[in-house]
């Protein structure tokens, strides 16, 4: 094994391996950074390149540009609120909210640390679990996707602060959104009025260049003034405190990417949904979940630190079974075949040596993504100072245009436009916007999963699969924490209160 | 129109929906309905709730509902848009609201009548020229160069295939 892992490095110090993965993260985090591309299409786009070159170079630049996606999503979530695509979204919720308090660099600097941090973790269990991980998977099924996704939905008291009802209103709509389109299941056009368009569904990227960025930019015309006004918000905070809350946030950081590597192993559940239950975990287990939603930083620290050890999570079944943990997972399953490589589990045997230069690839690639973020922290950090003539403008023209470029179809710039105004009075009306796209994100695993449960072990699924029941127990234990918490902070208030009119009695 | 109405037409275009998707949803088989329809009822239900709930309080609770109303000694002060204005600050504020979603339209129009491109470049240039950010020359330069790098990363590199806008036949024709 030692052999493997020094033989996996080796590969990847030729000249070739070390100019592609340069490459790859320069191109990926650009392609990060504009709204509605993600490392998808980042793949997509080099997939037609890689023939003909070393097998470590390949997989360095078709790796190498997918991590580097994950923090260009970031920068575009903490400076504008605008994801660059739906793994950015949890970003959004302190990120952006540090940017307006001047704590930009600060945010830029503990994501990209997190996100290091998380990948270097991710990639360690990768190594260390790959002979481990086979039963684990086979143990779960759909009922057990179910009880994740209905885990993420526990986020939603987070974000309703003020009003939980219309919170719940938020996610119900937000939910019914996604049913737009061909149902998966039953292959019946739901909500379409005969349009052939939205019989593809509404595009999640598209829907939240809307909610987030057009709905922003719309507000920041209105406000006629920077999204960070140095007049009245010092831009104060530095890199070194962003990589030093990352630090001191190391169990969480932890937690957070064992989790990544969690979800990426199971295949189809997606990034999205892992750093929405980053979030989700950081929240519920934060001795002070009230600063949450209003920039504190754990709520970037780990959705970051997530998404960096997905990566290394979605590599392992898609190395040991050839089933892709996500759909840039399935597009390094063709550069597979391209390359004559066949996953399956005598890639655990024979090409032990290419799947340690993937890890190596995993932490290099984090570790050269996270020195150039790291150094063009505070530039990035000035951006958001722009004045809002110059910002309106250029963002909506990007936004539009990465809404035509999701698809190839001017229809969803119709719908980014439709979801911009939805989100405005979103905003104004105090429905949360956060709510509507996790309801959004999670409703297609719900009802897949719930439907395939009820197909394979009928009604009374959760009687027969009791790890699925196990985690039924742990979710609403979890959904039922913030009350139990808020509960208590009022007898601890009425305590305090009776204690401090007893003194002046 | 005060707060007060602002939010009840929001709860009733929002009731509204639910029932519409409750009405969709019975062309649907048992299968495809199976979450849509108790989803949209409960969804009916909590507008409902909301209703009756925001029309029982005082307009600086607007914010609050049945459930988070315990919550309002610990919660954070009522956000500002929560506040009653004064008539004329609400018209003036209705009014940059409709200044600002005629941005986007106008972006959106231009979009579907002459494609990305030509839009990028008319609506940026429009923008900097009305709101006298920069002088006319310089607003052109970068505005010049804003769509050429536009152009360049999006339907050059990313190979993403052009869409010439609804116009096209018309300027074809020209041609």
Request: glycine share 10%; hydrophobic share 55%; proline share 5%.
């Amino acid at each position: 094994m030692l052999e493997a892992i020094t033989s996996g490095l080796a590969a990847l110090l030729t000249p070739q391996a070390i100019l592609f993965m340069f490459i790859g993260v320069v191109y990926g985090l650009v392609i990060g950074i504009l709204p509605g591309l993600g490392g998808v299409v980042a793949m997509a786009l080099l997939l037609p390149f890689t023939y003909g070159f070393e097998t470590a170079a390949t997989l360095a630049l078709l790796l190498g540009a997918h991590i580097a996606t994950i923090w260009g999503d970031s920068v575009t979530s903490i400076l504008f609120s605008v994801p660059g695509s739906a793994k950015g979204l949890a970003l959004c919720f302190d990120g952006y909210p540090m940017t307006k308090q001047g704590q930009a660099t600060r945010a830029l600097a503990a994501s990209a640390t997190g996100a290091l941090m998380g990948g270097i973790i991710g990639a360690v269990f990768l190594a260390l679990c790959i002979p481990l991980i086979r039963p684990v998977i086979l143990a779960l099924g759909p009922s057990e996707y179910l009880m994740m996704a209905l885990w993420g939905l526990t986020v939603i008291a987070t974000f309703s602060e003020g009003s939980l009802m219309k919170g719940l209103i938020a996610s119900v709509l937000g939910v019914l959104v996604a049913f737009i389109g061909t149902d998966v299941v039953t292959a019946t056009p739901r909500f379409t009025f005969g349009s052939e368009f939205l019989l593809d569904g509404i595009s999640f990227p598209v829907a939240m260049i809307g909610l987030f960025a057009v709905s922003e930019m719309m507000k920041l015309a209105i406000k006629g003034t920077p999204i960070v006004d140095r007049a009245q918000v010092r831009e104060d905070s530095t890199v070194w405190q962003g990589i030093r809350d990352a630090l001191r946030h190391w169990w969480l950081v932890v937690r957070s990417s064992l989790l990544g590597l969690w979800i990426g192993v199971l295949p189809g559940v997606g990034a999205s949904v892992a750093g929405l239950a980053a979030y989700a975990q950081a929240a519920q287990t934060s001795k002070t979940p009230e600063r949450f939603g209003k920039g504190a930083v754990e709520g970037v620290i780990a959705p970051d630190a997530t998404m960096g050890a997905n990566e290394g999570g979605g590599l392992m079944p898609t190395l040991a079974f050839g089933i892709p943990g996500g759909e840039s997972m399935a597009l390094l399953l063709v550069a597979f075949i391209g390359l004559g490589v066949v996953p399956g589990p005598e890639m655990l045997t024979k090409n032990l040596d290419l799947v340690f230069s993937m890890v190596w690839i995993v932490v290099i690639a984090n570790i050269v993504v996270t020195v150039i973020g790291l150094a063009i922290c505070p530039a990035l950090a000035r951006l958001p100072t722009l004045h809002a003539n110059l910002m309106v403008p250029i963002v909506l023209s990007v936004c539009f245009v990465g809404a035509y470029a999701t698809r190839s179809r001017i229809e969803d710039v119709v719908v980014a436009f439709v979801f911009g105004l939805l989100g405005y009075l979103m905003d104004k009306y105090r429905y949360s916007r956060a709510n509507f796209v996790i309801g959004m994100v999670l409703a297609v695993m719900i009802e897949r999963n719930l439907h395939i449960s009820l197909t394979l072990y009928g009604a009374d699924f959760l009687m027969q699969r009791p790890i699925a029941l196990a985690m039924l127990a742990f979710v609403l234990i979890t959904a039922a924490l913030p009350f139990i918490r808020h509960v208590r902070r009022r007898k601890r208030a009425r305590i305090g209160g009776d204690a401090g009119t007893g003194a002046v009695l | 129109m005060s707060r007060r109405a602002q939010e009840n037409v929001v709860i009733a275009v929002l009731a509204a929906v639910f029932v519409l998707v409750i009405v969709l949803c019975q062309d649907f088989g048992p299968r495809a309905r199976m979450i849509p329809l108790p989803l949209a009822v409960f969804g009916l239900i909590l507008a409902a709730i909301q209703a009756v709930w925001q029309n029982l309080r005082s307009t600086d609770e607007l914010q609050m509902d049945l459930i988070s109303i315990q919550e309002r000694s610990l919660a954070a002060a009522v956000p500002e848009s929560g506040k009653e204005g004064k008539g004329a600050d609400r018209g003036t504020a209705f009014r940059q609201e409709l200044g600002a979603f005629g941005i986007v339209a106008a972006l959106l129009v231009l979009e579907l009548a002459l494609g990305p491109i030509p839009a990028v470049f008319l609506f940026t240039g429009g923008y900097f020229l009305l709101t006298r950010h920069y002088s006319v020359p310089a607003g052109l330069i970068y505005t010049a160069v804003f769509t050429a790098a536009t152009y360049g990363l999006f339907f050059v590199v990313l190979e993403i295939q052009p869409y010439h806008g609804l116009l096209a036949p018309l300027i074809e024709r020209f041609h």
